[in-house]
């Protein structure tokens, strides 16, 4: 047998295998890192987002969500403010402190870009027969500003659950 015989390479292959032991996880990883990068230099304009960019996105939504949850606290105070200055007008009434709880969070409904199409056909056999086939297509996708900010319709406020 030559040394370069399919079962010598087979066993040769067995005996590297083995040895990995642990670390085979280690290699398949890394042989589907080299596999992607290698399909992002074939394809260079079709990827999803560079890292950057997604960082970026991450760093944009967690300050959005941080000026989201501020605003939803000044609302709450003000609505407490509000009710407390309500009820303490009411006669025999003193000293009110009030607490509101919301049942959820504000809720945003953006703006869709909605496609629909109809299609019908119309199709005759040989012996007189007729068949209609109708076919209807919606996709719906949502709408994108120029910064890539989701566009709203309505912000809907939160719903109060409860006061104390």
Known sequence: MSSNSPQVVGEQVG???????????LLIGLCAVVALLAL???????????????STLVNNQASSLDEKLEQMLEYRQHL???LAELLAGIQ???EV???LSFSNGTEAVPAMNVQTSQ??????????????????????????????????????????NGVA
């Open 92 to 94: 025999g009434v003193g």
């Open 80 to 82: 407490e403010q509000q």
């Open 40 to 54: 992002q230099l074939l394809w260079p304009g079709k990827h999803v987002a560079t890292p950057l960019e997604s």
């Open 119 to 160: 299609k019908t056909t119309e199709e005759r056999d040989s012996g007189g027969g007729t068949r209609v086939t109708k076919e209807d297509t919606k996709s719906n996708s949502l709408v994108i500003n120029n910064n890539h900010e989701l566009m709203l319709l309505q912000e809907k406020l939160p719903a109060i």
């Open 97 to 99: 402190q009030v607490m």
């Open 15 to 25: 005996l590297i295998w083995k040895r990995l032991g642990s670390n085979r996880l």
